[in-house]
């Protein structure tokens, strides 16, 4: 699942999604911003264990549907003090595939 990850990202590289930042802070103080394309890129990330959780989206006559996600975890080893960082990607492995895979849209729209 991590290469069908990294290659999405390629193919999706300018994507203005990927250019969101992400802040990782170790308990020694030491912080560093991450663009969510160097969080994912590198291939330091791990996916959780999938859970079962109620959707925020209502649907007519539907209000508790349950869906699955699976969470993206980053271990990183601090440079500061040795000590690891972990961090929980904002989105789920499930989202994050559907933004991946869904083509940018078409120049001449904003022309």
Known sequence: MKDTI?????????NRFLKNKIELRCAC?????????????????DFGQPLS????FISESVYDETINV?????SKKCPAC?????????????EL???L???????????
Not at 6 to 11: A, F, T, V
Not at 30 to 40: A, D, G, R, V
Not at 70 to 74: A, D, E, G
């Open 6 to 14: 990294i290659s999405l990202l390629n193919k999706n590289r300018n």
């Open 29 to 45: 103080g030491f912080i560093e911003k991450l663009t969510y394309f160097e969080f994912l890129s590198g291939g330091e990330f």
């Open 53 to 56: 959780v109620i959707s925020p």
């Open 70 to 74: 699976t969470p993206l975890h980053l």
């Open 82 to 94: 040795g000590e690891k960082i972990t961090a929980v990607f904002p989105l789920s492995l499930e």
């Open 97 to 99: 595939i559907t933004i």
């Open 101 to 111: 895979k869904v083509n940018p849209p078409d120049p001449q729209m904003y022309v």
